[in-house]
């Protein structure tokens, strides 16, 4: 479906190309927008292929940019933006993008603007949030007066997104080949090598700090909330059983002596860090590669453990290399295709030809034999021969090529309200055991295995606070329906926590209904269950009305706690909720709002397709095509559905 919904604007791309103008360019310019790395990855991929067919082409973080620098007439601009959140900009493209969309920007006039558009989202979400930036960002450059290069890409994480990248770049680059020989006579200078002339990256730790965060890393921030080093109080357990595969902690962080890692921002108190934070919004944390994963791919690079702790010299930076791996790029991520295009043309220069040969095959069919395998880039250096008799391979152009290490953000636990002194957050284990022919390996999710095996209480930790749109109604009378999946229960313990707040100031009396429906797989994973149950007996109810529990893998016979209420059989929580429609109908039809979070799978679509039967059967809307979810579009639209769902 995905494949057939792209191919079409790409096929227009035909009649597009005439639209934009004929007139020679000097430069290539790819603006990015990611949070996680993606969209700077695709962008270093451009880049790679352009200088490749020697046109000269600057990557841009969207940090730096801004509209006027669109008028350029001698320009030609690809922007790749993600998004994020419900539909919002990165937060290193959130200024470009506000800027851009401003109503003072609709008096400049980028008749000169040549431009293409690559979008990335998630088609697992809500849908008429799938790639709204990429969509708005082309659609206002038109607006303004700008001439697409090609029709807007549209890539999607659920399904093969390098690949949909790569038919919009071969596309784009189609156009400008066409340019420089029609402007150039057809002469072309012979192709420099990019591993030569590659400019390492530039990296600087942060003053008086031991933690090694880039200045790319920094930007993936909010720009009015700083990075901050706290200190880990205390680590709870949080399953009632555990094994190598199954773990889940509570962590929570003192903010009292903590400091910013950003020297302008020294004296500014804990106070400053969380002011203005609500219930529902994110702690950020950098989590560190470990060790085991930091010296596997110095082994593979051909370098020597000692000289991971001397400092990085050919990256420009007094940081060891050790620091440089360890804290600022991604080494178990997917790797990246430039990464591996600049290790064939060294292999290349290098005439190592059964390498470069073998590299060639990763290149021509990256989805099968890269992606779909979820090769590293350590992995494929481990194909590579290293020893005295092989020439040093190209660690500052390789490292160029690897994403920055984003932050993971995690839902606060407690109330930001009433907690202003500590941070708490809940991360449960992301661990798996990869099954092939050649591997059986066991698979960590980065932050999840630092947060849950290989952090101790007193060490420090990099975190940041963000802003979300999932927070509780301004009025309290309305009712709140709260949907949580596994882990997804952490934000809903601040929700609670601010309801009591609101009933401790304006009595119970004035708070609506509350309902919580809880699904896990077991028993074992029925986090909080104590907290949960003391919130139905508070104020008489009014802070948490009902609690639903079931389980998905138990057949729960023991008995419950106090009122809650425990579903029997092997059921999924959406499914239950679908069952309890006679009770949930008139929350609807009082204007009730519904959360819901969890994973943005198969556990977000099903959520979406049960409250879209609610919307239908509160004829808050009716659906005249099958699947156009009309009951959730009406919601949406209304600011009564919000999801915080975990890619």
Not at 611 to 624: D, H, Y
């Amino acid at each position: 479906m995905w494949r057939r919904a792209f191919t079409r604007p790409l096929m227009r791309s035909l009649n597009v190309a005439c639209r934009w103008n004929s007139t020679s360019f000097k430069k290539l310019k790819i603006v990015f927008g990611s949070q996680t790395g993606t969209a700077e990855a695709f962008a270093n991929d451009f880049e790679f292929d352009a200088r490749q067919a020697d046109i000269d082409a600057e990557v841009v973080d969207a940090l730096d940019m801004d509209v006027d620098k669109l008028a350029s007439s001698d320009t030609i601009y690809a922007l790749i933006m993600a998004c994020y959140g419900e539909g919002e900009p990165t937060d290193n493209a959130k200024k470009f993008y506000t800027e851009l969309m401003a109503e003072s920007s609709t008096a400049k006039s980028l008749k000169d603007c040549q431009f293409g558009v690559f979008g990335l989202g998630n088609s697992q979400c809500f849908r008429d949030r799938f790639n709204v930036i990429g969509k708005r960002v082309d659609q206002r450059l038109e607006n303004m007066g700008g001439k697409r290069v090609v029709a807007l890409g549209l890539g999607n994480a659920a399904e093969n997104i390098s690949a949909a990248f790569t038919t919009w770049k071969v596309g784009f680059l189609e156009e400008l080949k066409k340019l420089k020989a029609s402007s150039t006579g057809g002469d072309s200078k012979p192709v420099q090598s990019l591993v030569a002339k590659s400019v390492p990256v530039e990296f600087r730790s942060s003053q008086g700090v031991p933690l090694a965060l880039s200045i790319r890393q920094q930007t993936l921030v909010p720009a009015d909330r700083p990075i901050i080093v706290a200190k880990v109080s205390n680590i709870q357990q949080l399953f009632d059983r555990t094994d190598e595969l199954s773990s889940a902690v509570c962590l929570s962080m003192t903010l009292k002596g903590s400091r910013p890692l950003n020297p302008a921002c020294e004296g500014v108190t804990s106070d400053a860090f969380t002011k203005n934070l609500q219930a529902g919004d994110h702690v950020g944390v950098f989590a560190p590669n470990s060790a085991h994963v930091v010296e596997r791919f110095a082994v593979a690079a051909g370098i020597s453990l000692n000289e991971l702790d001397k400092p990085a010299d050919m990256l420009g930076t007094t940081n060891t290399l050790r620091q440089v791996l360890t804290w600022q790029l991604q080494l178990t991520s997917i790797v990246a295709s430039t990464s591996i295009k600049i290790l064939h043309q060294w292999a290349t220069e290098a005439s190592m030809i059964i390498t470069a040969n073998h590299l060639k095959t990763f290149i021509d069919d990256y989805e099968n034999l890269v992606r779909k395998k979820g090769f590293d880039i350590t992995t494929i250096l481990e194909m590579i021969p290293t020893g005295p008799r092989f020439p040093i391979i190209p660690l500052a152009a390789l490292l160029k090529t690897l994403p920055p290490n984003a932050p993971r953000l995690y839902s606060f636990i407690h109330n930001p309200v009433t907690h202003r002194k500590t941070a708490s957050l809940l991360c449960r284990l992301l661990r798996y055991r990869e099954v092939r022919m050649s591997s059986n390996r066991i698979v960590d999710g980065l932050c999840s295995s630092y947060l849950n095996e290989r952090l101790k209480e007193g060490d420090d930790i990099p975190i940041f606070f963000r802003q979300s749109n999932f927070h509780l109604p301004s009025d309290p009378s309305i009712p709140v329906i709260m949907i949580a999946g596994g882990s997804g229960i952490a934000p809903f313990l601040s929700f609670l926590e601010e309801r009591r707040r609101l009933a401790t100031i304006h009595g119970e009396e004035k708070l609506g209904p509350a309902v919580l429906y809880f699904g896990c797989r077991n028993p074992e994973e029925y986090m909080f269950r104590r907290e949960l149950v003391d919130f139905l007996a508070e104020y008489s109810g009014s802070v948490l009305s009902r609690l639903i529990i079931s389980f998905s893998a138990h057949n729960y016979d023991h008995p419950s706690f106090s009122n809650e209420e425990i579903i029997p059989g092997l059921r999924n929580i959406p499914d239950v909720v679908v069952d309890d429609a006679e009770s949930l109908v008139p929350l609807l039809l009082n204007n009730g709002q519904i959360f819901v979070c969890g994973g943005a799978g198969n556990y977000g679509r099903a959520v979406r397709n049960t409250v879209n039967q609610l919307a239908l059967k509160a004829k808050l809307a009716s659906e005249v095509t099958p699947g156009d979810q009309a009951g959730v579009r009406f919601l949406v639209a209304e600011k009564r559905y919000f999801e915080d769902l975990a890619d």
